[in-house]
């Protein structure tokens, strides 16, 4: 970290009392370092990151990060607040920030930052040195590593150390433990609770070795080291990567931040396991004494229908890239050619270099190829979420036969749940120990494909195809008020939770509608983008037209919400509803129903699955579809203007009326 982080990027009294106004003054260091290009630009993808999941960590600190084409060189900005800035941590405020920029692309340098960072951070020496230092050359060359933070600490506490490390000299061979830590999103975590369990195992005499599957992948524990080990813990928030490894030692299974937040207690529950002599399947998801740590996140075990959406959710993560492109090659394809296009002749065996049919059939043709994938790709991914690698080959095999027995979207549903299952269950069977190193190649994949492909041709693949049809025949069939029903239910799902389990879910649905386009589908398809165009295009306008109602933090966010929400990014209206979610959320729930209902009853379609106004012009009744979100964006505006004034005038009528006792008080008095 030698060149990220210089003396003019320390603020070591920072006014910012938000998070985007703390953003913005170390954003204004680094253009002044000629670190940044554009200051609002930078700032946009800082605040399209935080909207995606909190950077606040617990111990008062706050880490917003973000790749960016406006940086040009990685770079580390430092602010210490004295009152605190809420960055969403459980524990409070954030009195540490630090702003990390990283240029578009460099993903290598980005998740360096951020785990050299997030390591430090653990380290209560580091933290105590940064909030007593004074000079910000110091403070600078401290984060740089050029400092021991050691010199900062207090004489009684280096003498603490020294002790314990000479006490665990002294002792006889340590309890050994290896663990596994990760984090669905960035990188922080992961780095923390391996830096706080293996902190907390040199405090307690305790041998710790720590895998991190991060964003950046992860290098397997030695074979040996598992084998040495006495017991292991997971502290993670998706699933353990090559879970078998760990076979036959006592397990405690919790979420990340467990292990960043309460690392003892993890290592004295595996001491116990381990002097109990219980060993727990590594196949099983569920840990009786670490599900449990409060924080809400992903890692939660203890609740099947977690797990199954995450699993869901992997698939269909996935699959949007090959609808995205499938679906806009087919798109232009139909803008260039009509619709006829999709019964040209093979490319392969008539191409005209210049005739406008042959180029739109050549796109049709490929995007049809990327369709193609789809429905495999789907439940393949369900099933490597379930158990791996191991079940890719069955779960892409079971996708597969769904498209053969008409399954569709279904069918792929079923057929990766049943592949993860399947290899899930072959994995706790115990093998020899010559045979474990075929397993994973051989035969998991080919035992699982029998069985898998067993049940898809002949047991479900035929009542799935069924409900299939049924369902497709259903949203065919949907006209008038029924359209405008699923139009309304739509909009709510998209704009309750903006990005949240609501939102995934109508957008999953739309885009499984996609895997076999049919009109009533590709209803759906439109009806799902333009509401979750509504919130960010609404807090956008209505920071336009009533200024005095925002903070100016929240005027500058609305400006980027305008492209946010032209963009269908619907998180772009996160920090509004964050701020005030009692008036935000269910003003734009009802302008994403008004737009929903409007799009169905109008009849717009769309096959591309993304894109926002940049696709308006591949989509069915372009200008009705404009119709329903203008509409939709001015009823949540309307409501969110007429929510926040009633409550801006409410103090102020009191403040009135409180002044005109007080006046009347002193005549009487007076009197």
């Not at 990390?100 to 933290?127: K, N, V, Y």
């Not at 990188?187 to 907390?200: D, G, K, P």
């Not at 734009?588 to 169905?600: F, I, K, P, R």
Request: hydrophobic share 50%; net charge negative.
């Amino acid at each position: 970290m030698s060149e990220l982080i210089t003396a003019e990027l320390v603020d070591l009294d920072l006014s910012a009392t938000t998070k985007d106004a703390a953003a913005r003054s170390l954003a204004e260091r680094m253009v002044a370092a000629h670190r940044v290009t554009d200051l609002d630009g930078f700032l946009a993808d800082v605040a399209a990151r935080e909207a995606q999941m909190p950077t606040g960590l617990d111990g008062g600190i706050g880490i917003p990060h973000c790749r960016s084409e406006h940086v040009n060189a990685p770079t580390l900005a430092f602010g210490r607040s004295a009152a605190g800035i809420d960055f969403g941590a459980a524990d409070g405020p954030a009195d540490l920030i630090f702003l990390i920029a990283a240029p578009a692309g460099a993903d290598d340098d980005h998740l360096t930052i951020l785990s050299g960072l997030a390591r430090q951070l653990m380290d209560p020496e580091f933290t105590a040195a940064l909030r007593a230092g004074t000079d910000p050359a110091a403070v600078a060359a401290l984060i740089r590593g050029e400092e021991p933070a050691e010199e900062y600490a207090p004489e009684e506490e280096r003498a603490e150390d020294t002790e314990s490390e000479t006490a665990e000299a002294a002792g006889s061979a340590p309890f050994r433990i290896v663990a596994v830590t990760s984090c669905p999103t960035g990188i922080a975590h992961t780095y923390m609770a391996a830096e706080s369990l293996a902190a907390a195992g040199r405090a307690e005499g305790v041998e710790v070795t720590v895998e991190t599957q991060g964003s950046a992948g992860f290098k397997k524990l030695d074979a040996g080291v598992i084998a040495a080990a006495d017991a292991v813990i997971w502290a993670h928030d998706v699933e353990v990567r090559e879970k078998a490894r760990f076979r036959g030692k006592p397990l405690v299974d919790v979420g990340v931040k467990a292990g960043i937040n309460r690392p003892a207690e993890l290592i004295a529950e595996a001491r116990r396991k381990a002097e109990r002599g219980e060993v727990a399947a590594v196949s099983e998801a569920d840990d009786a004494t670490g599900s449990g740590d409060g924080d809400g996140s992903g890692a939660d075990h203890a609740h099947f229908g977690v797990r199954l959406r995450t699993y869901l959710m992997s698939g269909v993560s996935y699959m949007v890239p090959f609808v995205a492109a499938g679906g806009l090659l087919i798109a232009l394809s139909f803008a260039i050619g009509g619709y006829e296009i999709a019964s040209a002749k093979s490319v392969a065996d008539h191409f005209v270099w210049g005739e406008a049919d042959s180029w739109a059939a050549l796109l049709n043709q490929i995007g049809s190829a990327a369709f193609a994938f789809l429905v495999p790709v789907l439940a393949g991914y369900i099933a490597y979420g379930m158990a791996d690698r191991p079940a890719l080959v069955p779960g892409f095999v079971g996708g597969s036969i769904a498209l053969t027995v008409n399954a569709g979207f279904l069918g792929g549903l079923v057929a990766g749940l049943l592949a993860g299952a399947v290899v899930m269950a072959i994995q706790r069977v115990p093998v020899h120990a010559t045979l474990r190193g075929i397993m994973p190649v051989l035969v998991i994949p080919l035992i699982a494909s029998a069985v898998v492909g067993f049940l898809m041709f002949i047991v479900v693949g035929k009542p799935i195809a069924s409900l299939q049809n049924a369902l497709t025949d259903w949203l065919n069939g949907l006209s008038g008020s029924n359209a405008v029903i699923l139009g309304v239910v739509l909009g709510l799902m998209m704009c309750f939770d903006m990005g949240g389990p609501l939102n995934k879910v109508a957008y999953a649905f739309a885009v499984g509608g996609l895997a076999d386009p049919t009109d009533g589908s590709l209803k759906v398809m439109a009806a799902v983008m333009a509401a979750g165009m509504v919130p960010p295009l609404a807090m956008a306008l209505a920071t336009t037209v009533r200024k005095k109602l925002f903070t100016k933090t929240e005027r500058e966010n609305g400006r980027a919400a305008w492209v946010l929400g032209a963009s269908f990014i619907t998180e772009g209206a996160i920090p509004f509803a964050a701020a005030d979610p009692l008036r935000v959320i269910p003003s734009v729930m009802a302008g994403g129903a008004v737009t929903g209902a409007l799009s169905m009853a109008f009849g717009a379609t769309l096959r591309a699955p993304h894109g926002g106004v940049f696709v308006v012009p591949l989509i069915g009744e372009p200008f009705l579809y404009l119709l329903a979100i203008a509409a939709g964006t001015l009823v949540a505006t309307a409501l969110v203007v007429l929510l926040k004034g009633a409550r801006r005038a409410a103090p102020d009528a009191a403040g009135e009326a409180g002044a005109t006792g007080s006046d009347d008080s002193r005549v009487t008095v007076a009197a």
